[in-house]
């Protein structure tokens, strides 16, 4: 079998106020694995996230990763080295005044000379299509111009994981196909959260869902494509 990643279990997380968010929620990757998670807002989604990197904490239970149980601050400096995490709005991940200053900005942060950080993050918008982005203005970029330069951020601090929120929203058809093609292109493992069942079946090996608070593995979505004729197409039917 495959290394393991990361391990969650039995993780527990509430906001302040609320009900739980997560209840014994058990979730592991292995090396390879590219797995996709589609539930309704709320569901807990995007708070998993967040607690694999250690930008939040969990009210109970195990993260461990890398072979390592992580629990304070200093566990998680390692894992977010290793583990690129694309924020769901791209407002959140994209701070410089162009676009090669964000892009260099992890590098940078990573140890790299300057040198160096320019030329990785020159690589990385060349590999994702964005030649004579460099010196474009960060908050003047479109939305999904945004999207791309925000992967870009992660792919340029050369992650061995991705964790991908909702990197799909706001695109057009184009764009859309441009990222898919990047996604299958990249020898990385990663965990995909859409609501977009198209995107994710043409991106994820897996594709599992939340439900009280929890994966439910054994609930796996099977998307195909469901198409047919009929002789009477336009009288009413019905399919049983």
């Not at 859409?194 to 897996?206: I, M, P, Q």
Request: glycine share 10%; net charge negative.
């Amino acid at each position: 079998m495959s290394p393991v990643i990361f391990n969650l279990s039995k993780i527990r997380y509430g906001y302040p106020g609320g009900p739980l968010v997560l209840n014994d929620l058990d979730f592991h990757l292995h090396a390879g694995d590219r797995i996709g998670l589609v539930a309704p807002n709320g569901s807990g989604k995007t708070t998993l996230f967040h607690i694999i990197m250690g930008l939040i904490k969990p009210l109970s239970g195990t993260v461990e990763a890398f072979g390592e149980v992580r629990e304070a601050e200093a566990d998680f400096v390692e894992v977010r080295r290793r583990i690129g995490l694309l924020f769901q709005d791209a407002d959140d991940q994209l701070f410089s005044p162009t676009v090669l200053e964000d892009v260099a900005f992890g590098p940078l942060n990573l140890g790299k000379s300057r040198e160096e950080a320019v030329a990785v993050a020159r690589k990385t918008l060349d590999f994702l299509g964005l030649n004579g982005f460099e010196d474009r203005v960060t908050y003047k970029l479109s939305g999904g111009e945004k999207r791309l330069v925000s992967l870009a951020t992660v792919l340029a601090m050369e992650p061995e994981v991705l964790l991908l929120d909702e990197p799909s929203t706001g695109l057009d058809s184009s764009t859309k196909d441009k990222l898919i093609d990047i996604l299958n292109g990249l020898a990385l493992s990663f965990v995909l959260i859409s609501h977009e069942f198209d995107f994710l079946s043409k991106t994820a090996g897996h594709i599992y869902t939340m439900d009280e608070g929890r994966i439910r593995f054994d609930q796996e979505l099977h998307i195909h494509t469901h198409e047919h004729a009929h002789l009477m197409g336009r009288q009413p039917h019905r399919h049983v």
